[in-house]
């Protein structure tokens, strides 16, 4: 927001219609809670005090409805896939899918499995993938940030919330 | 309205027409749903507010880590144990080590008993934590769970100071432990214990004798002993039913005979034996006892070697064993089939949530849909448990 | 009550036919004919001298060399304080055994999942379908001869290998330079 806006005395901001958009967006990501295994406690204890995500503006809602981001937290197996995939479409645009942990990578340690969906970009459109396993409550809240910068780069009037413009 | 019978008699002068369960209809509750403790999946039969049936479906996070455990070493094995119950790792962790060490004959040090007693003690509490404020979230009492997690940001703390992880230890290994204690690390836990238990009192005061939260767990969901030895309840679950099953006890396994501890039972606290409150407080007593065997350990753990000499590639004689350790969610069972190589021939793990999973047909009947909630929190069911 | 005791208590109420052998290693086991296991689960369910309250697990295991698949019950008694072993087999080509759905109720959901991963047919059995992996799925993953196939409905099962990608990207664009 800072290289399209002025500021003039008396109280009064100069920005593109662009910016202020993508600033209150990015000041009020509610994602989905979607844990599905061992990284979900992690990113329980990030919503916890010590983390706080709230801090961000981000805060957890229980519906896809309601929520811009969806974290896919742990491994996803073909029986869950097909509900990923439904929950993904349900959410409304413009959203986003943070893909938390090495299982949601790639697989991870169940690489080998013949349950387990080898990374859950096989499914959905990834934005940022979050390496470790589990990652820490930190790399999640990077994650968060690095959302921030994809919507605050997006062109929203352009577009109209149906095409996403990666720069 | 505690009585389902009661409920559907109001129901029914509520509408005349409409006889109980005559006009069903199927719900699909989860299985991304915050409070259903990781991905399950209910049918939920029902014909307004009393439910006439839920049923689990299950499977959602079946990773097979029973193959994945025949193409693995058994060293190579441990990281996945951890992931067969997060909330627990430690236990899983022990019980895989305790299943090869039987059958490779390895003699664990002292030492490393001692350190596998203090890390699962500590691991029961943290697991507790979950188990107790996740309940208390579920009903809609989301402070308790934030203080929790709070508590549990110090065991976390303890926990990556002795081996590095927060979450997923792989801490044991088969003969003894990864690492020793860092010398300021007793400390560290008697602060923790110091600091922990004057708040399990506070943490009573806040949320276990509330009324509300006491009247949405009291007389609901009740499972008695009959049922609880049927279905094959296990651990916090079954004593909470009054049956004294607590295999640190009945089997006597590692160090545990060493120490003084109760087995906290259900005694219906608040209402009958063996419902929801029951459950919940069984489990914040034990989390008591489990200080009282952290402090002990702490006192009388020995000095010496925290690991036995094993050789990296191990090789096991054809033989099987099944091996069974308290974890926090009860009987964690490795059945372990080997065959002479460097790899399990065949291994099953058998896990306290899966059966308590199957209780839920049969105890949700009658309930209303709200109580399902209260059924499965206090049931303390986790889904890679389950499903593995 | 060791085990041992357990065996002699069953070849004297069953007879040889029924309770093949006792295998004496340090974790012992009792060998069961596959058609009585009902009968004999229930007899020590309720017998007041053993009283095996608890159904502790019941695993399948697969061997292709002798073509038949084991299942093994344990059984746990806490008034002995005992661990009983089970062991029965039944023919791979067409496993069949008895439902234990009436002695134990947990029985129903373990049967349902040997089932699911082994294909193992439980006669008389309330609900006898898949129950970790989806209804339409094909093979019985814990066999020994199961493969993995290479779509489940339009999801690929296989991940190319990062390092082959890589390296087949890097031998592209150096052709193109």
């Not at chain 2, 372990?336 to 790899?343: A, P, Q």
């Not at chain 2, 059966?355 to 499965?376: F, Y």
């Not at chain 3, 040997?114 to 008389?124: K, M, S």
């Amino acid at each position: 927001m800072k290289e399209n806006t002025t500021i003039i005395e008396q109280g009064v901001i100069v920005s593109t219609i662009d910016g202020v958009l993508n600033w209150m967006r990015k000041s009020s990501i509610w994602y989905l809670l979607f844990g599905t295994a061992c990284c979900a406690i992690e990113l329980m204890q990030a919503g916890g005090p010590r983390t706080d995500l709230d801090r961000f503006g981000a805060v957890f809602r229980a519906t896809p409805r309601q929520s811009d981001l969806m974290i896919v937290a742990g491994t996803v197996t073909y029986k869950m896939a097909e509900r990923i995939r439904l929950l993904y479409h349900q959410m409304a645009e413009p959203k986003y899918v943070i893909s938390m942990g090495s299982c949601a990578n790639c697989g991870g340690l169940f690489q080998r499995s013949y349950s387990v969906l080898k990374g859950i970009d096989k499914v959905v459109p990834v934005d940022v993938y979050i390496a470790g396993c589990p990652p820490r409550t930190e790399a999640l809240a990077e994650g968060i940030l690095k959302i921030q910068k994809i919507m605050m780069r997006e062109k929203w009037l352009k577009t109209r919330g149906t095409k996403r413009n990666f720069i | 309205m505690k009585n389902p019978a009661k409920v559907n008699e109001a129901i029914r002068h509520l509408k005349p027409q409409a006889a109980p369960f005559e006009e069903e209809m199927s719900l699909n509750f989860g299985p991304q749903h915050p409070s259903t403790h990781g991905v399950l999946n209910f049918l939920v039969v029902t014909d307004g507010e009393v439910m006439h049936q839920a049923l689990p479906n299950i499977g959602y996070l079946h990773r097979g880590i029973e193959k994945l455990a025949e193409m693995t070493p058994y060293s190579g094995f441990m990281p996945y144990t951890d992931r067969v119950d997060y909330l627990a790792a430690m236990f899983a962790n022990q019980v895989f080590a305790m299943a090869v060490e039987s059958l490779a004959e390895i003699e664990v040090p002292k030492r490393a008993e001692y350190l596998r007693v203090i890390v699962c003690e500590l691991n029961r509490i943290a697991s507790h934590f979950i188990a107790t404020g996740a309940l208390a979230l579920d009903l809609g009492a989301v402070t308790p769970f934030v203080q929790w997690l709070r508590e549990r940001e110090f065991i976390n703390d303890i926990m990556e100071a002795l081996c590095g992880a927060r979450l997923t230890y792989n801490y044991m290994r088969i003969g003894g432990v990864s690492v020793d204690m860092p010398g300021d690390l007793p400390d560290k836990i008697l602060r923790f214990l110091d600091h922990f238990e004057p708040i399990i009192d506070e943490y009573n005061r806040l949320i276990s004798n509330n009324e509300i939260f006491v009247k949405r767990l009291a007389d609901v969901a009740v499972i008695s002993p009959i049922d609880a030895v049927n279905f094959g309840l296990v651990g916090p679950n079954l004593r909470a039913s009054g049956i004294g099953i607590d295999l640190r006890k009945t089997l006597g396994y590692s160090v545990y005979p060493d120490f003084d501890f109760e087995v906290p039972l259900g005694k219906g606290f608040r209402g009958a034996l063996g419902d929801a409150y029951d459950r919940y407080m069984v489990r914040i007593l034990e989390m008591t006892q489990s200080c009282r065997i952290i402090r002990q350990a702490l006192e009388k753990i020995p000095g010496g070697e925290y690991r036995a000499n094993v050789k990296k590639k191990l090789k096991v004689e054809e033989n099987e064993v099944y091996s069974r350790v308290e974890s926090a969610r009860g009987e964690m069972g490795v059945y372990l089939i080997s065959d002479g190589t460097d790899r399990p021939y065949r291994l099953k793990i058998k896990t306290g949530s899966f059966t308590a999973m199957s209780i839920v047909e049969k105890a949700s009947q009658g309930l209303m849909v709200a109580d399902l909630i209260a059924l499965i929190g206090s049931l303390d069911v986790v889904a890679p448990e389950v499903d593995r | 009550m060791k085990p041992a005791e357990v065996y002699k208590l069953l070849i004297d109420r069953f007879g040889e036919d029924l309770i093949l052998a006792y295998v004496e290693t340090r974790n012992p086991y009792i060998k069961i004919n596959n058609g009585y296991v009902q009968a004999i689960c229930t007899f020590l369910r309720y017998n007041p001298s053993t009283k095996f309250a608890f159904l502790s697990s019941i695993s399948g295991v697969d061997y292709p060399q002798r073509n038949e698949i084991d299942i093994v019950y344990h059984l746990f008694s806490p008034f002995l304080n005992t661990l009983c072993v089970l062991k029965t087999s039944t023919p791979r080509d067409l496993p069949e055994l008895e439902s234990l759905e009436s002695v134990w109720k947990v029985a129903n959901w373990f049967e349902r999942e040997i089932y699911d991963l082994l294909g193992v047919r439980f006669t008389g059995h309330s609900n006898l379908k898949r129950i970790l992996l989806p209804d339409d799925w094909e093979g019985h993953p814990l066999r020994k001869d199961y493969k993995e196939k290479n779509s489940y409905h339009d999801m690929e099962t296989m991940r190319p290998d990062p390092l082959k990608v890589l390296r087949e990207k890097n031998e592209k664009s150096g052709k193109s330079q």
